[in-house]
């Protein structure tokens, strides 16, 4: 089954407590996102990915990283978490210029 | 990427049609409309887009006008699992583009009973 695969679903943590995100996708696509929702400001890009090792900053990047050292997985990073950084994290993947398929999300949150 | 202005709610009796409407008056020749739902809290889930012609697919059907500036997703016998926001975004095609999709508010449609 076609799908994209985050972990873990559900996160409570402290500030300063380093984590990552995982994201995996099994449909061989180029292009993977990483979105956050806030109620109120919908779902903002943070950072994308045109292809393995190639990744370029959304509208939110600041206190994330990512990589993409494999086309399957595209890890979101929060080397020092914050409490403005609790939210709903969503990651996607594509085709280039096609729908996205989106993961079922990852619930953070930062005390 | 062209805004989208779609109304805040709507209802619509299960087993009918629901049509929702989407404004794009400022849509580029280039500039595709898609259509997502997200349904509570979960991963949006794309449902069908087009450019110039009406689409039609399992899930649902797309009008768009001859001048491009409003669209309708229609879905064509509702049920109470379609319970969602639906979200209208216009962007450009193609390979050359970031992916990036603007979440506007979209349209929450209550399907009832």
């Known amino acids: 089954e076609a799908q994209v695969t985050q972990n873990p679903r559900y996160l409570i943590t402290v500030t300063g407590k380093k984590l990552t995100v995982t994201c995996s996708q099994n449909m061989n696509h180029e292009y993977m996102s990483w979105y956050r929702q806030d109620p109120g400001l919908g779902l903002r890009q943070i950072y994308y990915?045109?292809?393995?090792?190639?990744?370029d900053k959304g509208d939110v990047p600041e206190g994330y990283k990512v990589s993409r050292k494999e086309k399957r997985n595209f890890p979101l990073i929060l080397e020092s978490p914050s409490p403005n950084q609790t939210s709903l994290y969503f990651c996607a993947s594509s085709y280039y210029g096609q729908p996205q398929h989106f993961g079922d999300g990852t619930r953070l949150s930062i005390l | 990427d062209a805004k989208t202005t779609q109304p805040p709610s709507m209802d619509c009796a299960e087993g009918r049609a629901a049509n929702l409407p989407c404004n794009h008056s400022t849509i580029s020749g280039n500039e595709y409309v898609y259509w997502y739902r997200q349904i509570h809290s979960q991963g949006p889930q794309y449902i069908i887009h087009?450019?110039?012609n009406n689409e039609t697919n399992e899930m649902a059907s797309l009008i768009i006008t001859e001048d491009r500036k409003s669209s309708t997703l229609i879905l064509p016998h509702a049920t109470l699992r379609d319970t969602a926001v639906y979200y209208c975004i216009v962007r450009v095609g193609g390979s050359s583009n970031t992916g990036k999709l603007i979440f506007g508010q979209g349209t929450t449609l209550q399907v009832k009973p």
């Open positions: 990915s045109m292809n393995v090792e190639v990744t």
């Open positions: 087009g450019l110039k």
